[in-house]
């Protein structure tokens, strides 16, 4: 079996912490071949106790920033495979690491490997059983076409990319203009081929890093016909919070240092006002939501409407408090860091 190094960003995550590394040191896998490696932010609430008990090593970080912070991790990875978790992700079955693997190794062209959904799981809160559904925590990734997970709404490959069926997974070859948003919630790639993308603490940020690495013509991923477990919405104000911390810093802050573009002024401007239309008047989600319903009766489905809603005011308070100069730079494409 490959030596797999999972690395990860926490602080006070210990409300989640224990169902994430349960379920790694649960896996059918040798474990003298895991090794854990979290970078810790000051944490207080017990999790520090979890990491001990679960023979996780532990490396003090201050950077500020999560995706920085799995840079530092990273430093000290020594094993041949890095699977990048946060602390909401659960390995949903204890054969899950060792069939990742395994599909990736059918295809060493393949730079990395990750699933192709998120578990819809019944029991779940409402707002965790959407994300699954609709196959993103952020919809504006879908509507601009550049989601990394399927929604249940088809069983067809309606993702990005040139896509081969390999059976129980399918071969994805992407480019610059059509690489989704991969490299978090359960991802596995070859250390050797992450090291030669940018990622010290100043660049880290998982969507950049694969970009580097596509630059580099390393395009082929593994999309397993599997699942994770993501718990990314038990509160909606939480997560509200939390997107909007997210644009502004990580992606209007650091707006000079990116080499991805969730939003691509050349070939989004038109497609960016049409969801700001359909979020606004509610008619594209809505009809999202009626479609997923038809096939799993689920009410989480109109979480979609509520979400795409706010998640427009949310993104244009970013923008705008950004200032006259941040707002047309991101609007227009002006001084990106490419």
Not at 68 to 79: E, G, R, S
Not at 100 to 121: F, I
Not at 146 to 167: F, P
Request: hydrophobic share 40%; with cysteine.
């Amino acid at each position: 079996m490959k030596s797999v190094s999972v690395v990860m960003a926490t602080l006070n995550a210990g409300a989640v912490q224990d169902g994430c590394l349960r379920s790694i040191r649960e896996q059918d896998y040798d474990q003298r071949g895991v090794e854990i490696i979290a970078a810790d932010g000051g944490s207080t609430d017990g999790t520090l106790e979890l990491f001990e008990r679960y023979g996780v090593v532990v490396v003090k970080e201050n950077t500020g920033s999560p995706e920085a912070a799995k840079a530092v991790a990273l430093k000290i990875a020594k094993n041949e495979l890095v699977l990048e978790v946060d602390e909401d992700n659960v390995l949903p079955d204890r054969g899950w690491l060792k069939k990742m693997v395994e599909c990736l190794e059918k295809e060493p062209e393949a730079t990395g490997v990750y699933t192709w959904r998120y578990r819809h799981q019944k029991e779940a809160k409402s707002l965790n059983r959407y994300f699954s559904l609709i196959g993103v925590n952020d919809p504006v990734a879908r509507f601009l076409g550049r989601a990394d997970r399927q929604s249940y709404s088809s069983d067809e490959w309606t993702l990005s990319g040139v896509a081969r069926d390999k059976g129980e997974y399918f071969l994805v070859e992407f480019e610059e203009d059509n690489l989704p948003t991969v490299g978090a919630n359960g991802f596995l790639i070859w250390r050797k081929l992450l090291m030669e993308a940018k990622v010290d603490e100043e660049n880290f940020f998982h969507i950049d890093v694969n970009m580097d690495l596509v630059r580099k013509g390393y395009k082929k991923y593994v999309v397993v016909k599997n699942d994770v477990i993501h718990i990314s919405g038990e509160s909606i104000l939480k997560f509200f919070k939390k997107r909007y911390r997210y644009m502004k810093e990580l992606y209007m802050n650091d707006y000079g240092k990116r080499r991805y573009f969730l939003y691509n002024p050349k070939t989004d401007k038109f497609k960016i006002v049409l969801y700001s239309l359909s979020s606004l008047t509610l008619i594209w989600p809505i009809l999202e939501a009626l479609e997923g319903f038809a096939r799993i009766q689920d009410w989480a489905w109109f979480w979609h409407p509520v979400v795409c809603f706010f998640m427009f005011w949310i993104y244009a308070v970013a923008v705008l408090r950004s200032g006259i100069k941040g707002t047309i730079g991101y609007l227009f494409g002006m001084d990106k860091g490419q």
